[in-house]
């Protein structure tokens, strides 16, 4: 099934010319994922949606792969209507900086998408036009879908069982 991967018409137009920023093409039950550098996932992205017509950003999210490094993978899902095609862009960030520049600029719907992915999982999208909370409250400490978020939540007691 690699080979699919490999013969997949944005894979060989993304080797062509982002060849130094690939780290990484993977197929899973007939999805490809391409693993970027995250220096380069604006050119890319700005790539695949002028030249191969991935017009339609799905999701951003972001996983935690606590223990490891980099710790944190930030994921695009994106979908080009014309050709009827979907692919999945990854780019791992490190704990020490948890930063990626923002592709706001090439599909707007990644604006609440990156707002999301900074207030649950405190990715910092670097020029993002309004990076703040969208789900917790402006006073909510820490990013609740880290790994190592406290269960019960920042300053609670610990969960003691149904009272009945």
């Not at 993977?26 to 992205?45: H, M, P, S, Y």
């Not at 490094?69 to 979908?79: A, L």
Request: net charge neutral.
């Amino acid at each position: 099934m690699a080979d699919m991967a490999e013969n997949n018409r944005a894979v060989i137009k993304l080797r062509e010319k982002f060849a130094s920023s690939i780290l990484e093409v993977k197929e899973f039950r007939g999805e490809v994922t391409v693993i970027v550098r995250k220096e380069d996932i604006v050119a890319l992205c700005k790539f695949l949606k002028e030249e191969l017509r991935y017009n339609l950003l799905t999701d951003v999210t972001a996983v935690d792969y606590l223990g490891k490094d980099p710790r944190f993978m930030v994921v695009y899902n994106i979908y080009s209507i014309p050709n009827k095609d979907r692919l999945r862009i990854k780019a791992p960030v490190t704990e020490g900086e948890c930063t990626i520049d923002t592709v706001c600029g090439v599909w707007t719907t990644a604006n609440w998408l990156e707002r999301e992915a900074y207030d649950l999982m405190g990715i910092i999208f670097k020029n993002h036009p309004d990076l703040r909370r969208i789900m917790m409250t402006d006073d909510w400490v820490g990013h609740p879908l880290r790994k190592d978020y406290p269960l019960q939540g920042p300053d609670r007691e610990p969960y003691k069982g149904r009272l009945s």
